[in-house]
Structures are given as C-alpha cells and as structure tokens.
C-alpha cells in the first residue's frame, strides 16, 4: 500500500496534507517534509523508547512526552505542556509533532491550537483508533469532570501522516478498539465496512474505507452544523459509557457497544428493520464487549445531560435506518429521544451484557 | 451617537455585528437581538450590582461572574468558569455574553471559543480600552507566568456592542489606559487621532476612529499573517513592563510607554524623522505615564525573550516611518532589532521616567 491523498478542509485556511501508507516514516517524502521545518515532537511517553527517541534524533527535534490514557487528556496536562513548550522558547513558527494514540493527537492538538494562539501542527497517530478517528477531521479535545471532549477546538494540522506500519505491533486490544470507530462508519456511511470486516476485521483496507469515510463527510459540513452529526452515531451512549467508567472502558470499545445499542434503538423506534438489526447483531456479538464494571444505569443516564449533541436538555440521538446509512431529521442528523427509550435500550444492552 | 454598523471578519464563517452608539443596551434593537437567545451573563465581579444583575433580570438570563483585574487571566480561572457553565447546562446553542473590561472579554472570548468546541458569544466592553482593543479583531487570550496573551484562540463573536454611555462613569485612570491603544492607532494608521486627541482626549470620535482603524487593518488579514502585525507597535516594549511589573501596569498604560520607546527606536534606526518623533514626545509627556515599581533593564530584556513575534529568538518590532504609518519590511510587519538598539532605547527611556 502506497498511497498519497491531498485533502483540503474547508474549515480554515490551512490546507491539510494526507499521507497514507506503509512504512512513511522512512520514506524521503516524509524526511523532506519533516526535515524542512523547525519541529518539537509530543509523544506519548510509552513511545518514548519506541519511535519517539529515534525520530527526534533523525530530525534533530527536541522531544517531549504526555502522560498515556485517558486521564492525561486534562486541562492540567495541557497547562504544563505549554508551560514546557514556552520554556524551551517555541515560536509562531515552530511545528508541533503530536505522536502517538488518540489521547496524545486530542491533548497535543489542542495545547497545539491555543499556544500562542495556533502554531503549525502535524499528526502522526500510532494506534488503528486515532488512525480512523482522532487524527482526521480537525477536532482536539481535553475532558472534564463532566464528561469527554468537553473542551476543545477546531483546528487543521498542516499534515496528518497515517503510517499502517505501525499496526504490525499493535496490542489485540487496540485492534478492538479502532474497529468500534470502523464498523460504526460501516453502519452510518459505508456499508462494504461491515461486508469487509465480517471476513478480515484486519484487513487493512478497513483503514483506508473508514478514514475516506470521515474525510467525505467532514468536507461536506467542517463545522458540525448539520451532516457531521452522524460521526456522532454509537457516541451518545458511548461517551456516557466512558464516563460512568471513568475511563476505564477504551473510547473504541464504548462506541462499539454504543453502536449497537443505538441500532437497537434505531429499530425500537421504527426505522431499522429487524433483519439489518439481526445482521449489526450478530457481527457485534463476535467482538470481545463487556460493560465496565462501574456500569450503572442511572449514572449512564445523568451522564447523557452533559452531551453536547444535546438542546434544552433534551437529549438527542443519531439513528441509522438501513446499514450505511445515517438519518436526516429536517435538516438535523439527530433525534430527540425520550429518558423512557432510553432507559429501555439500556435495559436491553444490560440483558446482552450483564 | 447612533451609528450602527455590520462588519464581516473573513476569519470564519461567523459574520460579526458591530454596534456601536449611545445608550444601546436601553434600546430596542438590542433588547431584541438579547431576548431572542438562550443566554448567559459573565461579567466581571466589580459591575456585579452596576450594570450586569439589571440585564440579567431584563433580559431573564443567568449570571455569572469573573474576578477583576489582569491576574484573572489565568487558565485556572478559565476552567473554573467552564465548570461552572457545565455545571449549569449549557448546549452549543447558549450565549455567552461577556460584560466588562479587556481582562474579562479576553477571558471569556477564550472560554466561549474551547467550551463545547466553540459557544455563540456576545462581547459588551464597559471600558474605553476594551472598545477600541479587546473587543474587536476576534482574538481571545490568557496570559502565563511566561508572559501576558502567551495562550489564546482566534474566535468571532456573532455581535460586539459598543455602547459609549458606560464612558460617563468611566474612572479618570481608565481614560489614560484606553488612550494608550487610541494614540497608538494614530501613530500607525490614522494621522487625524493624534490631532484630535491633542485638542479633546475625551472626544468621542476617536472611539469611533479607533475601532474603524481597527477593523480596517483586521479585515485585511484576519490571521495575523502580514498587515495586523502592525497592531503591535509599542507592545514589544508595552508587553514586557507589564509582564515585569507583574500586571501592576495598567495595558494602555504599558502600550503608551511603549509606543512613545518605539517611536524612539524607529528615529534612532533612521526611519522616522526628529521633528515628528518631537511631536509625539511633546504629546506622550503631558500624560500622567510611568514607569513600573519594579521595572528593572535587565529583566525587561529577558522578557522579550517571549513575545509572541520572535522568530528563532530574535526579538522583531514594529516601526513607524511618520505619523499614520507603519512600516513593511518585504512583506512582513516588524524588523528584528538588535539588543544593543533594545537596550539603547530602554536607557532613553530610563532618562525620561526614573
């Protein structure tokens, strides 16, 4: 696999750069690319040994780490990031490299975009997740203590370098973990995902369909007016998921029980047909999922007032009718979805699960 | 006074609405424009009993409240005001109306633009500083133990509300602090400020003056990329006093001192004449302007070691070459001066001011 695509989002003036392929980092383009700027490199710390040390010695970068997990992605974090990267004299010209999973892509991105109020960003995600989910689209995020991605930006790295190399090491878990934001793009957009993913969850055109997936939809609406809303499918439950666990659930794996509890909704109320909902069923149920072990149903449900999909406190839900294919509510993309359906899909998912 | 006036930053894809006059927070169309929207009040504590609890009860929305003062720029600040929104509810459709000085609108601008990735956001400045700096140009900030505005988001606002009736119990201290960033506006854009304003510096035309001024070099380039750097004339050296002085330097204060030492270096690098140089002193010495309690060369040398225009540690400035205009160094906005130059013009200063 050796593919090179240019994307340009429409969000800012900064036209992003994709490179998508094997073994990039080696590659002379990436060196030229790299070798030409002014960069500080933010790694994950349990890459420091790994790729980080060795990359920053072959771009004659200074490096930095972040915390790994979940918890790393605070205000705190950041805060003392920024304090490193002043304190080593960064300027409006200076490339940050975030390296690593999407903690690191989330937390890096946004230190990256408020830091002297923006400097130039590249990403270069490691784990299959932050390949197909946090390093494209234009999003950063920090959490709080009520709830994931509750602070954040939009801002477009200069370049995003998706280096499937990385793969060939990555943990079991984490396979799980980026196939949650994989099969959930198979159910709102693409539905040759699920087809694929029956035969080979490691096929690594799964890679290349999911992140053609997200760019195509973050082009048509960058600012999550309208269209974009549907990424948001398996997220209201999922996020809620990650919260009432503090954490403890990887995101891939809350959205993959999120996708399928918002399917059964999705059926519940109408719209998808029993035997779609049997096929997303029985797929899901070969997948390793269980509910972390703080799972409460009234905490999920308080959970579900902090999202941000939510208006007026009602609480609004991203649906799918067929395989593939996400739902247009008169102009929005979700639904508001009363606490009794809600409540009663969480009874259903706790009949599978618990 | 009752001019209204729309404005489109290019920044985003948010249009701004200027207001701009006498008495608009009584008037109707404001009161509708208010009315409409879900909002919330964050103003700053000491306007509390003043002005923000009234048009929190007229206009049935909640209020919240940030500390006075520079010291409240801080990122610690910031995430106690996003607990607090979240604490409360909000959604992406909430208002954030920040109400008070540049310290607040700064502080809230920045909290609005991270929190849910981005609120609707009102600015209503209450001093002559925040109307004519602050509140216009889309730039939030907070400052570090580095040194002030090191971390901000470049964020529209859907409407700015100037309303010059708060001017009438405005502080005579204030008056001197907005002064400094009007003045400045002579110096490097618009000749008739600095006539006016050695007639009447109460006139309220050079609010007027200023924020036109403003808009007109923002419009151009709204990312800071080449013309708006010139907006930083007299804050290379303005910054740093007030960095050293630790905030106890008022902003339009430091920005006059600085302004008057970088008129200053610009004759003494050839560029501006001795005659016009003459009449800004003449003008600059009949203000009530001083030098910080604990201002001292050597740290104020260190501290432009931060500013924000550095390029690979050489401190750039912007410079005049006659009253009205700043200078373009082949395409860019400031020059990189040597520390001998830095130095020469801090020992003139020290001349004029210990």
Same mark, same amino acid.
């Given at each position: 696999?050796?593919?090179?695509?240019?994307?340009?989002h429409?969000?800012?003036t900064?036209?992003?750069?994709l490179?998508?392929?094997?073994d990039?980092?080696?590659s002379?383009?990436l060196q030229?690319?790299?070798?030409e700027?002014k960069?500080?490199?933010?790694?994950?710390v *349990?890459?420091?040994n790994l790729?980080?040390?060795e990359?920053?010695?072959?771009?004659g970068?200074?490096?930095?780490?972040?915390?790994s997990?979940?918890?790393a992605?605070r205000?705190?974090?950041?805060?003392?990031?920024i304090?490193?990267?002043l304190?080593?004299?960064?300027?409006?010209?200076?490339?940050?490299i975030?390296?690593?999973g999407?903690?690191t892509?989330?937390?890096v991105?946004f230190v990256?975009?408020?830091c002297?109020?923006?400097?130039?960003?590249?990403?270069?995600?490691?784990?299959?997740? *932050?390949?197909?989910?946090?390093?494209?689209?234009g999003?950063?995020?920090?959490d709080?203590?009520?709830g994931?991605n509750?602070?954040?930006?939009l801002?477009?790295?200069?370049?995003?370098v998706?280096?499937?190399?990385f793969?060939?090491?990555l943990?079991?878990k984490?396979?799980m973990?980026g196939?949650?934001?994989?099969?959930k793009?198979?159910?709102?957009?693409?539905?040759s995902?699920?087809?694929?993913a029956?035969?080979?969850?490691?096929?690594? *055109?799964?890679v290349?369909?999911?992140?053609e997936g997200?760019?195509?939809?973050?082009?048509q609406?960058?600012?999550?007016?309208?269209?974009?809303?549907?990424?948001?499918?398996?997220h209201?439950?999922?996020?809620?998921?990650e919260?009432?666990?503090?954490?403890?659930? *990887?995101?891939?794996?809350?959205?993959?029980i999120?996708?399928?509890?918002?399917?059964?909704?999705?059926m519940?109320?109408?719209?998808?047909?029993?035997e779609?909902?049997?096929?997303?069923?029985?797929?899901?149920?070969r997948?390793?999922l269980?509910?972390?072990?703080?799972?409460?149903?009234e905490?999920?449900?308080?959970?579900f007032?902090y999202?941000?999909?939510?208006i007026?406190?009602?609480?609004?839900?991203?649906?799918?009718?067929r395989?593939?294919?996400?739902?247009?509510?008169?102009?929005?993309?979700?639904?508001?979805?009363?606490?009794?359906?809600l409540?009663?899909?969480l009874d259903?998912?706790?009949?599978v699960?618990?």
């Amino acid at each position: 696999m050796d593919i090179k695509r240019s994307i340009r989002h429409k969000l800012g003036t900064v036209a992003t750069e994709l490179y998508l392929g094997d073994d990039l980092l080696g590659s002379a383009l990436l060196q030229k690319l790299l070798l030409e700027r002014k960069c500080v490199i933010v790694a994950d710390v *349990a890459l420091k040994n790994l790729y980080a040390a060795e990359l920053a010695a072959k771009l004659g970068a200074k490096l930095l780490t972040v915390p790994s997990g979940e918890l790393a992605k605070r205000l705190e974090t950041a805060t003392h990031l920024i304090d490193q990267l002043l304190q080593m004299g960064v300027d409006k010209e200076t490339t940050v490299i975030a390296l690593g999973g999407g903690v690191t892509i989330d937390l890096v991105g946004f230190v990256a975009s408020i830091c002297l109020r923006g400097l130039p960003l590249i990403l270069i995600p490691t784990t299959l997740l *932050a390949m197909v989910d946090a390093a494209v689209g234009g999003k950063t995020a920090i959490d709080t203590a009520f709830g994931k991605n509750l602070i954040g930006t939009l801002y477009d790295p200069e370049a995003i370098v998706i280096d499937v190399s990385f793969l060939k090491t990555l943990p079991e878990k984490e396979w799980m973990n980026g196939l949650g934001e994989i099969l959930k793009m198979g159910l709102i957009y693409d539905p040759s995902i699920l087809a694929l993913a029956e035969k080979n969850p490691k096929d690594q *055109a799964l890679v290349v369909r999911a992140v053609e997936g997200k760019i195509a939809i973050v082009e048509q609406d960058p600012k999550e007016r309208g269209l974009r809303r549907i990424l948001n499918f398996g997220h209201t439950i999922g996020h809620a998921l990650e919260t009432v666990s503090q954490y403890e659930i *990887a995101h891939g794996e809350a959205v993959a029980i999120g996708s399928l509890a918002e399917s059964y909704l999705s059926m519940r109320l109408g719209y998808l047909s029993k035997e779609e909902f049997d096929q997303i069923e029985k797929l899901y149920k070969r997948l390793p999922l269980q509910l972390p072990r703080l799972y409460a149903q009234e905490k999920l449900l308080d959970a579900f007032r902090y999202d941000k999909k939510n208006i007026n406190g009602q609480v609004r839900v991203v649906l799918i009718d067929r395989i593939g294919h996400a739902m247009e509510f008169d102009g929005n993309y979700c639904l508001a979805v009363s606490q009794e359906r809600l409540k009663e899909t969480l009874d259903w998912l706790e009949k599978v699960y618990l």
